[in-house]
């Protein structure tokens, strides 16, 4: 728990300072964040024995990623399709299993992430700042309350230590805590924020519970253990990959 806990006092300023300073510096972290999380991802799918292209599922988020910042997003996805689909099916490989693969791959940690820079620079870094306090605020209840006082399994066939408790805690605080903080960091009414968060807050814990479902088909407790306490990255970014997009259209339409 203690480390768990300072690598969490270490983590959240440096991510909070990335957000404030906006522009090519969280882009620069996302792009890192993005070619991390895909060598998490290739890993499981090494574990299902699985071997898509590795010069795309190391890549290709970044390079979708970057592309979507010169608006070239749609362009460079079309060419990963086409390139991923033609490569596995002339070698002989399997386009559905391993493509797919290699595609899912590319979404899923360039196409996700995408959404935390268009947040922030389209309504800005308090939007970003909402997002994290909403997320970080479920996540923290969900944990802490359902290691405490969880007793009913939400879905023991993906994750056994989730519960219905926990959940509910995370989704209480999440709303509470995030509307809040939209009402001051942000133009929304009282009611809209609630809304919002709400929102935001269920994203998160699905997000969370389909990177335990990714984990669970893989056999892999942690998806990485590149952050002392917490396992791998995507184990602490899942939930705001889920939640991101959710925030960025809900803010979009009544900003």
């Known amino acids: 728990m203690l480390t768990r806990i300072i690598t969490a006092l270490i ?121 994290l306090i909403i997320v970080w605020s479920t996540d923290t209840a969900a944990y802490f309350l359902g290691t405490a006082r969880g007793k009913t399994p939400l879905c023991p066939s993906i994750s056994p230590k989730k519960t219905r408790e926990g959940a509910l805690a995370g989704l209480t605080a999440g709303t509470f805590v995030g509307s809040l903080a939209a009402t001051r960091l942000l133009p929304l009414t009282p009611g809209l924020a609630l809304v919002g968060a709400m929102a935001v807050s ?18 892999v407790k942690d998806s990485g253990n590149l952050l002392p306490g917490h396992g791998g990255l995507l184990d602490r970014f899942d939930s705001l990959l889920f939640a991101a997009p959710v925030a960025y259209h809900f803010l979009s339409l009544w900003m």
């Open 11 to 131: 983590g959240i300023p440096l991510i909070l300072g990335v957000v404030w300073l906006g522009g090519p510096y969280l882009l620069a972290f996302l792009a890192l964040l993005s070619v991390l999380t895909s060598r998490e991802m290739e890993a499981m799918w090494h574990q299902l024995g699985l071997a898509p292209l590795p010069e795309i599922t190391r890549w290709g988020g970044l390079l979708f990623l970057i592309a979507t910042y010169f608006d070239k997003g749609s362009g460079v996805l079309a060419f990963l399709v086409l390139y991923v689909l033609t490569r596995e099916t002339l070698k002989g490989g399997r386009p559905l299993r391993h493509g797919g693969a290699a595609l899912l791959t590319v979404l899923y940690t360039g196409g996700l992430l995408w959404w935390i820079y268009a947040l922030h620079a389209q309504l800005g870094r308090n939007a970003v700042f909402t997002l």
């Open 202 to 219: 269920l994203s998160a814990q699905m997000g969370d519970l389909v990177e335990s479902a990714l984990k669970r088909e893989a056999e």
